[in-house]
C-alpha cells in the first residue's frame, strides 16, 4: 500500500502577502514556496536546493527572514508575508537594496537574488550602517553559484548608503577589498 | 586593427553597464522555464521512476498499478517512442532504457494532473530488475578494460628521446574528482503542441538547435516541426549544453500524446543524480627536466570517467590534451586519451570543458616536482612559459605569450608577492603549527570550439520605423551577461544609445542551426554575427543619409542616436528620422546577419591544427594558511590579473572572473562527490545528493582580501570589438589556491618535501598532506624518479585514434526525402 500523503483533505489557507490577503485550498503538506509560486503565481520567489541550505527560498514571514522550501503554506496562515515582488520603494519604484543590486552587479543568473534581497532588506532594516565583516555575516547563509559573491556584500554596504541618502557609487570596495569594479551606472 | 576589432568613437561596447535584466530579477519579474507553470492551463507533471541499481536488466514493467492512482493521466514508456529512442546524437543513450546503466536512471515517466499524483504514480509502477555486475571507479574501468569511444594520441616530436637526454626524470599517478555544476535552477522542459502540430517547447538549455533535434528524432518529426524556445537560464556552466535534451524530449512525447502541455522538472534530488558532471580524471604520467628544470619531455596517459554514455566526453577529452601544456613549452610530448565507461550518470560539459583537467595534471606535476628539482614552484613555472615562436604540442602557434609574463609581472607587482613571501618564511618560521604559503600559477586557455564546423553563428535584427531596434541571436543567457554585451555591440555598431535596442528571448525559429552557448565562444560568435547584421543596416541607411546630408555615403557617422557627415560642420539628422525616411524610401531595415571564425582547421585523426582564434591569458597568486592539527585553512588573499582583451563589459567580466575562480576553487577545494562503491546493494549511488552534503563555496571560503584587474594593452585582433572570451578562462585560476595548499603542508617537513595532494583538497585531505610532509618526507610522495620511470599504458591499436562518426554530421540525419 502506498503512503498516504496528501493528508486525507485539502484546507483552505489564508496568508497575507505583500499586504494582499491570499486564499487558496491547498493539501496541508503545501510547502509554502510552491503555495506562492504555484497557487499564488509570485514566481519572484525562488527554489534551488528544496532543503534549507541555499537561501534562493527566502521571504519574510513577519519581517523575518525565513526559507519558505522549509514552511508549510498553512504554517504562515495570517501571518504576514514579503516576497521579492513586495521590495519596491515607497514610490513604487525599486528600493535601495534592489537598486544596489543592480548598480552593483551584484547578480548574474539571478536565480539568487530574491533571496539575498530579503535578506539583506531584513538586516539593513535592524542594522542600518552595516560593516563589511558584519555584510558578509548576514548573507553568509545565502548561497550563490555564479557571482563569487563579490559585488553581493559591494552590493550590500551600497544598499546602506542608498537607505541613508548618501549619493556615492557602488565604486568603493568591501572595506579591506582594495580592487573595485569600475563605478556602476545609473540604471536605466 | 581589423574591421571586426576596430572601434568607433565612444562605443557603448567598453561601457560599465548593468545587467540588461538586472531590473528584472531584483523585481521578481524575470521569468525562467518553470515560472511559465503558474501561466500555463490545464499542465501535467512529469515524474520519473528511478531504479534503484547501478547497472540491471528491466525485466518487467508493470504501469497499470500507476494508471490507478487518482491525478494520474498517462505513463510513457518505449513503446511511445514515434521515432527513435535516444536522448543523443550518438545513440548510444536511450531515453526509455531496458538496461539500467547507473543508480537513479530513469526507466519511465509518470504524466499526473499535479505533481503529487505524477509521484505517487511513480511508486506505483512497477518493475522487476536483474541485477548485473557495474564498474563504479574510473579505476575499475581501467582494469576491467571499459572503455568508450576514441582513444585520440597527441604527439610531438620522441618522448622517450626527450626523457633520455633530460637530466631528471620524475613518474607518478594521479587521480582527481569531478564537479556537480549545481546551477541554482535546475533542469525544466514545458512543452506543447500548437496549431497543427507544431510543437513548441520552453527549456532551460544552452543549446536550443540541439534540444529542437533530440525532440525532432524522438517524435520522428523534422526540424522545422518543433520550435525551442530559451528565455534564460538560472545558471548553466555546461550542465545545460546537452543534458536538457532528453528532458526536453519526455515533455514534448507528452505533449503530443495528450494534448496537453507538459512540464517536466527535475527536483534537486533528480538533477543530481541524475544528470552529468565535469569528468573526474585518472593520470600517469613521466616527465623530464633539463639540468635548469626546463621542462623536456612528457609522456601522459589521460583517463577520464565517462559515466554511461559517450555524450560529450569525447570533445571533453579533446581538450584536455589540447590544455595538458597550459602555458608551457615542452619540446617532446605524446599524451594518450581514453574514456572509460562507468555506471554513472552521464558526465558532460563543464566550464573549461576538459581544459581544466588536462591542466590540473601538469600543475600538479609541476607541484610536486618543484621540490624535487630544488626550485622553487613559482620560478619553475615562470622558466617554463613559452615564448614567442614556440608552438603548443599540436601545431598551433602560440600567439602573444608575452601577455601570461606581463600578467605575471603585474601580479608579482600588485600583489607584493615579493615582500610577502619574506612575510610568509618569517612566519613559517615562528609558528610550528601553522603554516602559510603563497603560489601564483597562470592560465592559457584556447578559445573557439575545438571542431571547426560549431564555430558559426547568427543573429536577426530588426529596425522598426520608429527608429527603435529588436534584436535576437543564436546564443543563450545564463547569467553570464551576453545578452547584454550583445545590446551593447549592436548599438555601438548602430551608433545608438543603448535603450534604442531590446533583445528578444533566443528561438530557433528566429536563428537557426546555431551551436551552443559554450565554450566561452557565445560574445566572439554571437557579437560577430550581431555586428554583421547591424553593419548591413547601417550601410543601407548611409545610403539614405549621404543623400540627404550631400556626402559620400562612407563618410556618414552614426553616433549617440545622431547621423552626420564626417566632417563636423555638416548637417545632423536624429536616427527615428533618418529610419523613417528610408522607410518611405522602400530601404530594407532588417537584417540576418552571420559569422565564421576565420583561419581555424582541426584534424581529430591526428590530432593536429590550429583549432583555436586565439589564447586567453590569466595569473593568480594566492596566499593559504593551514592549520597542522586539523588540516583546515583559510585563503588570506587572492591577486588576479586577467586578459579578456579590451573588455566589452567591464562589469560583466570582472563579475565572470570572480565568479569563475570562485567556482575553480569550489572544484579544486571543496566540492567532495562521493559515490557508493561498496559491494552494499546501494553500490553506485551518489551519496553527495543534495546541499548539505555536498559542499558549495560561500561566503565563509571566500579570500579575505580579493583583488581582480584586466589585463591592461590587450587588444585582439581576431574578435569583436577587440576583445576576448572570459567565460571558462578564470575558472583555472583556481590552481593557485590549490598550489598553495601543497605548499603550506609540506613546510610542515623539512626543505624540499614533496607532498601529493587530492583534489578535491578538502581539509581532510590537506590534513593528509600535512601528515605526509611530517611523517614521510624523505620519500617524496608517490613520484618515482629515473628513467624509464612508471610507463603510461599506450594504446593497444584495436579501437580507433579517433571516432569518425562523432566529430561529423550525423550521416543518417533524418532527411527531408523528395517525395513527400
Ligand atoms: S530552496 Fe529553500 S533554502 Fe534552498
Ligand atoms: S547569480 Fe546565479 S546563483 Fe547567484
Not at chain 1, 484546507?11 to 503545501?30: D, K
Not at chain 2, 619540446?331 to 570543458?353: E, H, L, M, Y
Request: charged residues 20%; aromatic residues 6%; negative net charge.
Amino acid at each position: 500500500m502506498l503512503p498516504d500523503t496528501t493528508g486525507g483533505g485539502r484546507v483552505e489557507v489564508t496568508v497575507h502577502v505583500n499586504g494582499v490577503p491570499h486564499s487558496a485550498t491547498v493539501e496541508p503538506r503545501r510547502l509554502l514556496s510552491d503555495f506562492l509560486r504555484h497557487d499564488l503565481g509570485l514566481t519572484g520567489t525562488h527554489v534551488g536546493c528544496e532543503h534549507g541550505v541555499c537561501g534562493a527560498c527566502t521571504v519574510l514571514v513577519d519581517g523575518e527572514p525565513m526559507r519558505s522550501c522549509l514552511m508549510f503554506a498553512v504554517s504562515a496562515q495570517h501571518h504576514q508575508v514579503t516576497t521579492v515582488e513586495g521590495l519596491a520603494g515607497a514610490d513604487g519604484g525599486l528600493g535601495p537594496e534592489q537598486r544596489a543590486f543592480v548598480e552593483c552587479h551584484g547578480l548574474q543568473c539571478g536565480f539568487c537574488t530574491p533571496g539575498f534581497l530579503t535578506t539583506v532588506t531584513a538586516f539593513l532594516r535592524d542594522n542600518p550602517q552595516p560593516s563589511a565583516e558584519e555584510a558578509r555575516e548576514a548573507i553568509s547563509g545565502n548561497l550563490c553559484r555564479c557571482t563569487g559573491y563579490q559585488n553581493i556584500v559591494r552590493s550590500v554596504l551600497r544598499a546602506a548608503e542608498i537607505r541613508a541618502g548618501r549619493a556615492a557609487d557602488c565604486a568603493g570596495p568591501p572595506a579591506g577589498q582594495p580592487t573595485a569594479p569600475p563605478a556602476g551606472e545609473a540604471v536605466g | 586593427m581589423s574591421a571586426l576589432s576596430e572601434r568607433p568613437a565612444n562605443p557603448v561596447v567598453g561601457e560599465t553597464v548593468p545587467h540588461e535584466s538586472a531590473a528584472l530579477h531584483v523585481t521578481g519579474r524575470a521569468l525562467y522555464t518553470d515560472d511559465l507553470v503558474a501561466r500555463t492551463r490545464d499542465l501535467l507533471h512529469g515524474y520519473p521512476v528511478q531504479a534503484p541499481h547501478a547497472h540491471a536488466r528491466v525485466t518487467r514493467l508493470d504501469t497499470a498499478p500507476a494508471l490507478a492512482v487518482p491525478g494520474v493521466v498517462r505513463v510513457l514508456t518505449a513503446e511511445d517512442v514515434p521515432g527513435v529512442n535516444d536522448a543523443g546524437i550518438k545513440h548510444d543513450e536511450p531515453l526509455f532504457p531496458s538496461e539500467v546503466m547507473y543508480f537513479g536512471h530513469a526507466v519511465c515517466w509518470v504524466l499526473g494532473e499535479t505533481l503529487e499524483a505524477a509521484r505517487l504514480g511513480a511508486l506505483a509502477v512497477e518493475v522487476d530488475y536483474e541485477p548485473l555486475p557495474s564498474v563504479v571507479t574510473v579505476r575499475e574501468a581501467i582494469e576491467a578494460g571499459s572503455f568508450q569511444g576514441a582513444q585520440p594520441t597527441m604527439e610531438r616530436g620522441d618522448v622517450e628521446a626527450g626523457l633520455a637526454r633530460a637530466e631528471h626524470v620524475f613518474s607518478g599517478e594521479f587521480e582527481f574528482a569531478g564537479q556537480e555544476h549545481f546551477y541554482l535552477e535546475t533542469h525544466a522542459s514545458i512543452a506543447q503542441v500548437d496549431e497543427n502540430g507544431q510543437v513548441f517547447v520552453q527549456s532551460s538549455t544552452q543549446h536550443p538547435t540541439e534540444t529542437q533535434d533530440i525532440v525532432a528524432h524522438v517524435l520522428g518529426l523534422h526540424a522545422h516541426e518543433v520550435t525551442v524556445q530559451c528565455l534564460r537560464m538560472g545558471g548553466g556552466f555546461g550542465g545545460k549544453e546537452m543534458q536538457p535534451h532528453g528532458y526536453a524530449a519526455v515533455a514534448a512525447l507528452g505533449a503530443t500524446l495528450t494534448g496537453r502541455p507538459v512540464r517536466v522538472r527535475l527536483n534537486r534530488t533528480q538533477d543530481i543524480t541524475m544528470t552529468g558532471k565535469r569528468h573526474g580524471f585518472h593520470a600517469t604520467w613521466r616527465v623530464g627536466f633539463d639540468a635548469e628544470g626546463r621542462l623536456q619531455a612528457l609522456d601522459a596517459t589521460l583517463t577520464s570517467d565517462g559515466g554511461w554514455s559517450l555524450d560529450l566526453s569525447e570533445p571533453v577529452l579533446a581538450r584536455a590534451l589540447c590544455h595538458i601544456d597550459n602555458a608551457y613549452w615542452i619540446p617532446d610530448v605524446r599524451v594518450n586519451g581514453r574514456i572509460s565507461k562507468t555506471n554513472k550518470t552521464s558526465q558532460t560539459a563543464f566550464r573549461g570543458f576538459g581544459g581544466p583537467q588536462g591542466m590540473l595534471v601538469l600543475e600538479d606535476i609541476l607541484g610536486r616536482c618543484a621540490p624535487l628539482l630544488g626550485i622553487d614552484p613559482a620560478d619553475l613555472r615562470r622558466r617554463n612559459f613559452y615564448t614567442e615562436g614556440q608552438a603548443t604540442p599540436y601545431g598551433q602557434p602560440v600567439r602573444h605569450p608575452d601577455r601570461a609574463v606581463a600578467a605575471w609581472d603585474q601580479v608579482v607587482q600588485t600583489g607584493d608577492v615579493d615582500s610577502r613571501r619574506r612575510e610568509i618564511a618569517a612566519f613559517n618560521a615562528a609558528h610550528q603549527h601553522t603554516k602559510r604559503a603563497l603560489a601564483i600559477t597562470p592560465v592559457k586557455f584556447g578559445i573557439s570550439f575545438n571542431l571547426t564546423a560549431f564555430n558559426q553563428a547568427g543573429a536577426l535584427v530588426h529596425v522598426y520605423k520608429d527608429g527603435s531596434v529588436l534584436i535576437n541571436h543564436g546564443g543563450t543567457e545564463m547569467g553570464q551577461g551576453l545578452h547584454t554585451k550583445m545590446l551593447q555591440v549592436a548599438a555601438t555598431t548602430l551608433g545608438v544609445p543603448l535603450h534604442f535596442v531590446r533583445l528578444a528571448p533566443t528561438r530557433t525559429d528566429k536563428v537557426p542551426n546555431t551551436s551552443a552557448t559554450a565554450a566561452s565562444s557565445g560574445a566572439d560568435l554571437n557579437g560577430g554575427a550581431v555586428k554583421n547584421a547591424c553593419e548591413q543596416i547601417r550601410e543601407r541607411l548611409a545610403q539614405v543619409a549621404g543623400g540627404r546630408l550631400g556626402v559620400p555615403p562612407a563618410d556618414v557617422r552614426f553616433e549617440g542616436g545622431r547621423v552626420r557627415g564626417l566632417a563636423h560642420d555638416t548637417d545632423e539628422i536624429r536616427w527615428a528620422d533618418l529610419v523613417t525616411q528610408a522607410y518611405f524610401q522602400r530601404v530594407q531595415l532588417w537584417a540576418a546577419g552571420f559569422y565564421r571564425t576565420e583561419g581555424l582547421h582541426w584534424d581529430s585523426t591526428v590530432f593536429r591544427g590550429e583549432p583555436f582564434k586565439y589564447f586567453a591569458y590569466g595569473v593568480a597568486a594566492a596566499e593559504v594558511e593551514v592549520d597542522g592539527f586539523t588540516g583546515a585553512y583559510r585563503t588570506r588573499r587572492v591577486d588576479i590579473v586577467h586578459d579578456v582583451g579590451d573588455s566589452l563589459s567591464p562589469l560583466v567580466d570582472l563579475g565572470q572572473i570572480e565568479g569563475g575562480f570562485v567556482q575553480g576553487a569550489g572544484w579544486l577545494t571543496l566540492e567532495d562527490l562521493r559515490w557508493d562503491e561498496s559491494d552494499r546493494p546501494t553500490r553506485g549511488r551518489l551519496a553527495t545528493q543534495a546541499a548539505s552534503t555536498y559542499k558549495l563555496p560561500s561566503f565563509s571560503e571566500m579570500p579575505e582580501e580579493f583583488n581582480v584587474a584586466l589585463l591592461e594593452k590587450a587588444h585582439e585582433e581576431g574578435a569583436v570589438y577587440g576583445s576576448k572570451a572570459v567565460g571558462e578562462p578564470p575558472l583555472m585560476l583556481a590552481f593557485s589556491v590549490r598550489e598553495a595548499l601543497r605548499q603550506a603542508a609540506a613546510a610542515f617537513g623539512p626543505p624540499g618535501t614533496s607532498v601529493d595532494l587530492a583534489s578535491p583538497a578538502t581539509p581532510e585531505a590537506v590534513f593528509w598532506a600535512v601528515e605526509q610532509a611530517r611523517a614521510r618526507a624523505a620519500e617524496h610522495g608517490h613520484v618515482a624518479e629515473g628513467f624509464p620511470g612508471m610507463v603510461p599504458p599506450q594504446p593497444n591499436g584495436d579501437v580507433p585514434r579517433y571516432h569518425p562518426r562523432s566529430e561529423r554530421p550525423p550521416a543518417e540525419q533524418h532527411a527531408l526525402s523528395a517525395e513527400v
